[in-house]
């Protein structure tokens, strides 16, 4: 062990000392000895403990927690204290512009336990509100852990998908390119991937040609006659095929499916085609928008004749679930508003934070009369376009909503979500959720599971109990778009779809920008077989009115 490494014991356990709110004192020792141990000239395990306690400026305490380091690879005290941290707390400690007293006042004030949670409370505005933080921090902060993520193998859709369309619209522009087009999971907008992926008929070295360009740094270049491997920025991995022109349908379609699809499809060989239509339609089938090549139940859409019902982008005609300065949003009610109103959209929903959420803002019985007065002025200023006055209600650990019935029912709607006491089985969880589902005033069960996607798993829930009881107490189910969640999961669109849930595609917009979070809760959606017909906020503000109406009258 070098020294290097055991100052690095010594600073971890100073760290963590402070993190937890331990003695002062101590805290300095770790790391004064720390500074010292690492500019040692003599190597430490080299000595005997003799000589070890012979060095000046070192305590007696230090002599023996350097020979117990050196023995065993470790220090109790440090075991100790990461037995008492979790795991993304102790991650936090990495992200630089965060000491221990910061990392410790996310901790415990947000409730904030991963790097993961950290951005997204970032990104909703959240640090600013802490003692001792300001923009600035929450700026850095933000930069540390896009860093940190850019140097990891998994990466979030939505971070690929602009480099991954540089990739493509430089290659298309190029001599060295007949065809190009992005496959593989990317191409079915698959919400985790490891690599971006493209098929090129190619009549040059397309490597070699990135290589020149700006913005794009190759490295690890591999090839051969059918795909070039490398990776861009020392980080994203790609995957380029190639093929010749006559071949480039057929590859597309090979590349862009999984096995499963494949299989069921009972397509064993391809031959050339001009068109990925025209490869389908040979096989017997209707053609399969790339988002459903899953080999899950794209087969069942095709029998029931639904595949051209898919939702699209221009479908939605309202943006449900947003925030604003009342409670952590960035910009005002006026401004999301006129935003939302800009984009083309007929009606907003403004779902700011209840009271329950005090890291967030939340509201006041006093703030929701100023907000609602705030909306009915906006509302005759900007007629026909309406802003519907809602919540996001926080879900109590015993599973009932913030705010009593006569609050709850001054909303058009409610949003119900859980935010805190997130440690739960799955039997609690279910049941605490359904308890709130069966609350007459719940019109969206906001992000069922709370996940944040490479970074929380969520709670689990029993998705079917779940889906049931929505079904049952006429409860639309939200698919949160925030790239982050996704959530609930495209895999179970098709279970809500069967029991006749309704899906709301939610941005959670905190800031302005945040309404266009909007494509990738579509991307997800068309992914799960999504239809218009079932998705809430593709209905008319006229249709919506009406069920949010209907809905209150049997509250």
Not at 468 to 474: E, T, Y
Request: proline share 3%; aromatic share 8%.
């Amino acid at each position: 062990m070098t020294n290097k490494e055991i100052a690095g014991i010594f600073k971890l356990t100073g760290k963590l000392t402070e993190l937890h709110d331990g003695n002062e004192f101590k805290v300095k020792s770790y790391m004064a000895n720390s500074f010292k141990i690492e500019r040692l000239p003599q190597p430490l395990e080299s000595m005997s403990p003799a000589e070890i306690e012979k060095i000046d400026g070192i305590g007696k305490g230090t002599h023996a927690k350097i020979n117990e380091i050196i023995a065993s690879g470790t220090l109790k005290d440090l075991d100790e204290l990461i037995s008492e941290t979790p795991v993304g707390v102790l991650e936090m400690l990495s992200v630089k512009g965060l000491g221990p007293k910061k990392v410790r006042t996310i901790w415990k004030e947000l409730e904030v336990e991963s790097v993961g949670e950290l951005l997204y409370a970032c990104n909703e505005n959240r640090l600013v509100t802490l003692k001792g933080f300001g923009e600035k921090t929450q700026d850095e902060v933000i930069k540390s852990i896009e860093f940190i993520q850019a140097n990891s193998s998994k990466f979030l859709y939505a971070k690929l998908e602009p480099i991954a369309l540089q990739l493509f619209e430089t290659i298309e522009k190029s001599d060295v390119a007949e065809q190009v087009s992005l496959t593989g999971g990317i191409r079915r907008r698959c919400s985790e991937l490891e690599k971006i992926e493209l098929v090129v008929a190619a009549r040059g070295d397309i490597s070699s040609f990135l290589k020149n360009q700006k913005g794009f740094e190759v490295s690890e270049r591999k090839e051969d006659e059918e795909k070039i491997t490398f990776r861009i920025n020392n980080s994203v991995a790609v995957e380029i095929f190639l093929c010749k022109k006559e071949d480039f349908y057929s590859t597309l379609f090979k590349t862009t499916a999984t096995p499963e699809h494949l299989s069921f499809l009972g397509i064993t060989e391809i031959s050339a085609a001009s068109s990925e239509e025209e490869i389908y339609k040979n096989a017997g089938w209707n053609f399969i928008i790339p988002e459903l090549r899953e080999g899950k139940f794209e087969k069942k859409l095709n029998e029931q004749n639904m595949l051209n019902d898919i939702v699209q982008l221009s479908d939605l005609r309202g943006i449900l679930h947003n925030h604003t300065t009342y409670s952590d949003g960035v910009h005002t009610l006026e401004q999301m508003a006129n935003y939302c109103k800009e984009l083309g959209y007929e009606y907003l929903g403004i779902s700011d934070h209840s009271q329950y959420a005090v890291y967030a803002k939340g509201l006041k019985p006093e703030q929701i009369i100023e907000q609602h007065k705030e909306i009915d002025e906006l509302n005759e200023k900007l007629k026909p376009f309406k802003i519907f006055k809602s919540i996001e209600a926080d879900i109590l650990p015993d599973g009932s909503l913030d705010y009593n019935d006569e609050i709850l029912s001054s909303f058009d709607f409610v949003v119900a979500s859980i935010h805190s006491a997130m440690k739960m089985d799955e039997e609690k969880a279910t049941a605490r959720l359904i308890r709130a589902i069966e609350n007459p005033h719940t019109t969206i069960l906001g992000h069922p599971t709370g996940r944040l996607l490479l970074s929380r798993p969520g709670y689990p829930i029993d998705h079917k109990k779940i889906i049931d009881a929505c079904a049952g107490n006429n409860v639309v189910i939200e698919l949160n778009a925030n790239p982050n969640r996704l959530d609930i999961d495209w895999t179970w669109i098709p279970y809500c779809m069967e029991k006749g849930v309704m899906i709301s595609i939610n941005p959670d917009a905190h800031k302005m920008e945040g309404y266009y979070d909007m494509h990738y809760g579509t991307l997800a959606a068309r992914k799960g077989g999504l239809t218009k017909q079932m998705t809430f906020n593709a209905l008319s503000l006229e249709e919506i009115e009406k069920w949010f109406l209907k809905k209150k009258n049997k509250s």
